[in-house]
């Protein structure tokens, strides 16, 4: 059973920047598909940004050249690093890991406001 716990989100002005974080335990994720799911209200769930299990990646067109996926296998942890934030990015932001099964984390808001 794997367990995934998000933090790092908060309020930011456009143009800021925030890093998020998610913490992985009951598995060891070296060999998971990771990635960062968003979801606004009133909208669906869209994929932002993914990593493989070889570290290849890819972003959705909307943050492509903004954001950046890492992931650390001996912290068993993904990061999503996010620069040049727009009103549009605000949503809550999901951590994800899949190796058959599904793994969702519990989510944690990101809001771009001024």
């Known amino acids: 059973q794997v367990q995934l716990v998000e933090s790092g989100g908060g309020l930011v002005q456009p143009g800021g920047s925030l890093r998020l974080s998610c913490a992985a335990s009951?598995?060891?994720?070296?060999?998971?598909?990771l990635g960062w799911y968003r979801q606004a209200p009133g909208k669906q769930r869209e994929l932002v940004a993914i990593?493989?299990?070889?570290?290849?990646?890819n972003y959705a067109d909307s943050v492509k050249g903004r954001f950046t996926i890492s992931r650390d296998n001996a912290k068993n942890t993904v990061s999503l690093q996010m620069n040049s934030l727009k009103p549009e990015d605000t949503a809550v932001y999901y951590c994800?890991?899949?190796?058959?099964?599904?793994?969702w984390g519990q989510g944690t808001q990101v809001t771009v406001s001024s």
């Open positions: 009951g598995s060891r994720l070296s060999t998971y598909t």
């Open positions: 994800y890991a899949r190796r058959g099964a599904n793994y």
């Open positions: 990593i493989s299990s070889t570290d290849g990646t």
